[in-house]
């Protein structure tokens, strides 16, 4: 339950929880990177993804400290149990947590993993944070500061989206995760460059100037990209799903987004290129 003496909204309470979720990202991270450093068995859920103990060490890290700050609210995280979470459509507000995003790039080893840890009041993830330890680089966003990219040292820039110019159309695709509705999107695109990536950063590069638009015609759930998305739309760009609506949550049964578009330059006609059959 929400905490009737705690504003949200206000800018010091933001900087005071962004600067608490960054530091139990980090923790996270590092209890993922103690796994990733050695050998690791890989398990496989109900719905085939998979699973390793780098995912188990950091959903307990991360909900032992979510549930250690002053504001009160529930944790709903990929990892967590269904019995945990059987209310979660009565919450206004609540944390929404994916401990290991990409854990097909973990098991890869490709370094293209992050924690994502967002905040969510009445639908819209209003904080978030996005850690990639293995890249040493993160992410961080709130509705009353900003966006920043951070580095390895603690280091933050703010960051802005950037609006499409001359040159060709910067798409982000997955490397897990080809879409032949993506290859229709290209067609009606013109021009562009694909920039293969995997997880959340895909997201957090658009939020930071450095692709286009990522768009997404394939299942991905809630965890995914609220983080990423409080990131993106703090630095000024627009996650919205293929009719034009701002992507939303806990607003339904399934767990499961709709397709989208993470999109950098919102005064440009986006929708025009989505293709019919998505």
Request: proline share 5%; net charge negative; glycine share 10%.
């Amino acid at each position: 339950m929400r905490s009737s003496t705690v504003n949200l909204d206000a800018e010091s309470t933001q900087q005071r929880l962004l600067d608490s979720v960054r530091a139990i990202a980090a923790a996270a991270g590092e209890a993922i990177m103690r796994v990733y450093g050695g050998a690791f068995d890989v398990e496989h859920k109900d719905d085939d993804s998979p699973l390793t103990q780098a995912d188990r060490d950091s959903h307990a890290i991360i909900t032992d400290g979510l549930a250690s700050l002053d504001v009160g609210l529930p944790v709903l995280s990929e990892e967590s149990p269904a019995e945990d979470i059987s209310g979660r459509r009565a919450w206004s507000h609540y944390w929404l947590v994916d401990p290991l995003d990409g854990t097909k790039e973990f098991v890869k080893r490709n370094g293209e993993f992050t924690v994502n840890i967002a905040l969510i009041a009445a639908g819209q993830p209003v904080l978030g944070v996005v850690d990639a330890p293995a890249l040493g680089i993160g992410y961080a966003g709130a509705t009353a500061l900003g966006a920043w990219r951070y580095d390895s040292t603690g280091q933050a820039n703010e960051i802005h989206t950037s609006t499409t110019g001359e040159g060709p159309t910067r798409v982000l695709g997955s490397r897990s995760h080809p879409s032949p509705a993506l290859a229709s999107f290209l067609e009606r695109i013109g021009p562009h460059e694909i920039i293969p990536m995997g997880s959340s950063l895909k997201i957090c590069l658009v939020a930071e100037g450095g692709a286009d638009v990522y768009p997404r015609f394939g299942p991905t759930s809630e965890w995914d990209t609220a983080a990423a998305q409080a990131v993106l739309e703090c630095a000024g760009g627009c996650m919205m799903d293929v009719a034009g609506g701002k992507l939303r949550y806990n607003t339904k049964d399934s767990l499961l987004n709709p397709h989208f578009l993470a999109i950098g330059d919102t005064s440009r006609n986006w929708l025009a290129a989505i293709p019919s059959e998505t």
